[in-house]
T-cell receptor
Framework: NAGVTQTPKFRVLKTGQSMTLLCAQDMNHEYMYWYRQDPGMGLRLIHYSVGEGTTAKGEVPDGYNVSRLKKQNFLLGLESAAPSQTSVYFC?????????????FGPGTRLLVL | AQKVTQAQTEISVVEKEDVTLDCVYE???????LFWYKQPPSGELVFLIR??????QNEISGRYSWNFQKSTSSFNFTITASQVVDSAVYFCALSEGYNQGGKLIFGQGTELSVKP
């Protein structure tokens, strides 16, 4: 039982390049989330999904797209990377069952955009 | 609008001291959840506790305790007899409830440094 995993762990991009971050969970959770963490700002929600095939915008969605084609996977895409997207990205998942709503986080992906 | 404030940016204590991390929240919802997460220097986010808005009982887990007071909209975290391994950034977070997707709103974090 690996919990929440993220690929890759670290990536360097040039401005304008694209990439996809992969999040996978093996806990059969319905809800999945992408956050970014910047110094002094805590974590901010980018996009989230309440089930396979559904996604919604969070607090800071601009410049990102997401897809949830399978229940266990949640992809975060950057179509044209910008230096402002240099950050640490965390994926999380949670159950929707009452009493089990805690979000569990992956180890993070460190992204540097030059 | 929902908001979480952790006014203490950094705290430094000497080992074995007690330390309290403050968390104040704002929400108009009557049903909500509060969380604490720990982020050690290795970077992962470790879940510590979840409390729902209907349960104001204080919680104790080993050297950790939490004080939830709806009257002051606070959910403070105390570490008793701190240890060097407690050095980390601690985040308080608020969830609006799962009919709204369960999104977490985080405070800015408090960096705790425990010196030997």
């Amino acid at each position: 039982n690996a919990g929440v995993t993220q690929t890759p762990k670290f990536r360097v991009l040039k401005t304008g390049q694209s990439m996809t971050l992969l999040c996978a969970q093996d806990m059969n959770h319905e809800y999945m989330y992408w956050y970014r963490q910047d110094p002094g700002m805590g974590l901010r929600l980018i996009h989230y999904s309440v089930g396979e095939g559904t996604t919604a915008k969070g607090e800071v969605p601009d410049g990102y797209n997401v897809s949830r084609l399978k229940k266990q996977n949640f992809l975060l895409g950057l179509e044209s990377a910008a230096p402002s997207q240099t950050s640490v990205y965390f994926c999380a998942s949670s159950s929707q069952l009452a009493g089990k709503e805690t979000q569990y986080f992956g180890p993070g992906t460190r992204l540097l955009v030059l | 609008a929902q908001k979480v404030t952790q006014a203490q940016t950094e705290i430094s204590v000497v080992e074995k001291e007690d330390v309290t991390l403050d968390c104040v929240y704002e929400t108009r919802d009557t049903t909500y959840y509060l969380f604490w997460y720990k982020q050690p220097p290795s970077g992962e986010l470790v879940f510590l506790i979840r409390r729902n808005s209907f349960d104001e009982q204080n919680e104790i887990s080993g050297r950790y305790s939490w004080n939830f007071q709806k009257s002051t909209s606070s959910f403070n975290f105390t570490i008793t007899a701190s240890q060097v391994v407690d050095s980390a950034v601690y985040f308080c977070a608020l969830s609006e409830g799962y009919n709204q997707g369960g999104k977490l709103i985080f405070g800015q974090g408090t960096e705790l440094s425990v010196k030997p």
